[in-house]
C-alpha cells in the first residue's frame, strides 16, 4: 500500500511515499481502507519525536475516515463495508490506504457529509466535546470565550458551546470575523488589534464564566484574565501542559483529546442533525502531505486540512484554497 511515512525521526523534509505492507489487525483491531486522513500538530510532534509512535518506518497520521475492510479477533460492532471514522494515536498511522485500529476507537461516520469532511472531525471533535461538555460542562445562558476560534478545535468549540445554549466570545484576526460569527460566537474579538483580554473584558465586564485556550504560549497565560473569579478554564496546546498562573480561584486543566467510540457517535449525530457542520479549507494528495504540515505548523488554518487517500477523496491543487482564504 502507499503511505506517507518517515524513516527516522526529523523535519518535514523526511516525509516519503512509501510502499509499505498492508497491516494486518490484531485482536480487537479492525482493518479500515482509508479514504481521506486528517492533519493535525500532533503528527507532526510524532514525526519530530517529541512523541514516540513506536514504530519505523512511522507512517504519519492520526484521524481517518474509510470503509472497514477485515475484523481481527474480537473486534466487536463493526462489520466489513461499514463507513467509519475514527482517531488513532500511536502505531502505523492514517495518511495511508489501510490502516489498523482498535474498534473502540472506530465508529460509523457522520452519513450526511463526506469522507473528507469526516476525516476532518475525530482529533479537534473529540478534544472540542471533551473540553466543552465533559470538562467544562457548558451550560445554557453561560458565557464562554474560545481562543483560536477559527481554528480546528474552535471550529467545533465555539459550535458546541453555542448549541447547548451559550454566549460564545472567539477569538482570531479580523479577517475570520465573519467565519467564527457564522459558527454561533455572537461577540468576536480580533486579537491583532490591542489587547485582547481588555476587548473580552468589554463585553463582559465581571470575566466571562468558562473559557478554551485553544492557543498556548502567551495567550494561554493570559486566558485567567479573561474569566470571572470562580470559572472554568481548560487549555489544550501541545506546546506546555503546564498551566498558566492563576492569581485568582479559576478551576484551569489541561486535556487532551483521547479516542473514544460514544463520543464519536456523539459527534456523527450532531452533523447529522444539522447541528454542527465541518469547515475544510484544503484536500491535499498523499504526495502533498509535506505541504499540509508544513501549513498546519503555520498556525493559521481555517478550520481543518485533509487528506485525499481514496477514490472518492478527491485532492485539489494546493494552490485553490489560497485564492479563497485571500492569503
Ligand atoms: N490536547 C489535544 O488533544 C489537542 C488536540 C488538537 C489540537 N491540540 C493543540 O491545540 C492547538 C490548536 O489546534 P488547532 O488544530 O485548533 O489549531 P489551528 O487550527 O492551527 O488554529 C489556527 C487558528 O488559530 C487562529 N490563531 C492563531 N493565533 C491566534 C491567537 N494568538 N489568538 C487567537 N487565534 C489565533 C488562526 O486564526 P488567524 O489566522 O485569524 O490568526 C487560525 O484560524 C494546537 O497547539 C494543537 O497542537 C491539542
Not at 27 to 44: F, I, K, S
Not at 74 to 93: I, M, T
Not at 303 to 311: A, D, Q, S, T, Y
Request: charged residues 25%; glycine residues 14%.
Amino acid at each position: 500500500m502507499r503511505a506517507v511515512a518517515v524513516q527516522e525521526i526529523g523535519g518535514p523534509e523526511r516525509l516519503e511515499v512509501l510502499d509499505l505492507a498492508v497491516p494486518v489487525p490484531g485482536p480487537g483491531e479492525v482493518l479500515v481502507r482509508v479514504e481521506a486522513a486528517g492533519v493535525n500538530e500532533v503528527d507532526t510532534m510524532f514525526r519530530e519525536g517529541y512523541l514516540d509512535g513506536g514504530a519505523r518506518p512511522l507512517i504519519m497520521g492520526s484521524d481517518f475516515s474509510g470503509v472497514v475492510e477485515a475484523l481481527g479477533p474480537d473486534a466487536d460492532g463493526l462489520a466489513p463495508g461499514d463507513e467509519v471514522y475514527g482517531y488513532k494515536l500511536l502505531g502505523n498511522g492514517t495518511y495511508a490506504e489501510y490502516v489498523t485500529v482498535r474498534a473502540d476507537w472506530v465508529a460509523r461516520k457522520p452519513a450526511t457529509i463526506t469522507h473528507a469532511e469526516a476525516a476532518a472531525l475525530p482529533c479537534v471533535g473529540l478534544t472540542a466535546y471533551q473540553a466543552v461538555v465533559d470538562e467544562l460542562d457548558v451550560r445554557a445562558g453561560e458565557t464562554v470565550l474560545v481562543t483560536g476560534a477559527a481554528g480546528g478545535v474552535g471550529t467545533v468549540a465555539v459550535q458546541l458551546a453555542a448549541d447547548r445554549g451559550a454566549r460564545v466570545v472567539g477569538t482570531a484576526s479580523a479577517r475570520n470575523e465573519t467565519y467564527v460569527r457564522d459558527l454561533g460566537a455572537e461577540d468576536f474579538v480580533d486579537y491583532t488589534a490591542g489587547d485582547w483580554v481588555d476587548a473580552v473584558r468589554a463585553v463582559h465586564p465581571a470575566g466571562v464564566d468558562a473559557a478554551l485556550t485553544a492557543i498556548g504560549g502567551e495567550t494561554k497565560r493570559r486566558a485567567p484574565g479573561a474569566l470571572r473569579d470562580g470559572g472554568r478554564l481548560v487549555w489544550i496546546s501541545g506546546d506546555d501542559k503546564a498551566g498558566p498562573p492563576m492569581e485568582r480561584f479559576i478551576a484551569g486543566s489541561y486535556r487532551g483529546g483521547m479516542p473514544d467510540r460514544d463520543t464519536l457517535r456523539a459527534l456523527a449525530g450532531l452533523v447529522d442533525e444539522g447541528r454542527l457542520r465541518v469547515a475544510l479549507q484544503e484536500v491535499y494528495a498523499l504526495e502533498d502531505a509535506k505541504a499540509a504540515q508544513l501549513e498546519v505548523v503555520g498556525g493559521h488554518v481555517r478550520g481543518k486540512l485533509v487528506i485525499g487517500v481514496g477514490e472518492h477523496a478527491t485532492a485539489r491543487p494546493a494552490t485553490a484554497h489560497a485564492e479563497e482564504v485571500g492569503r
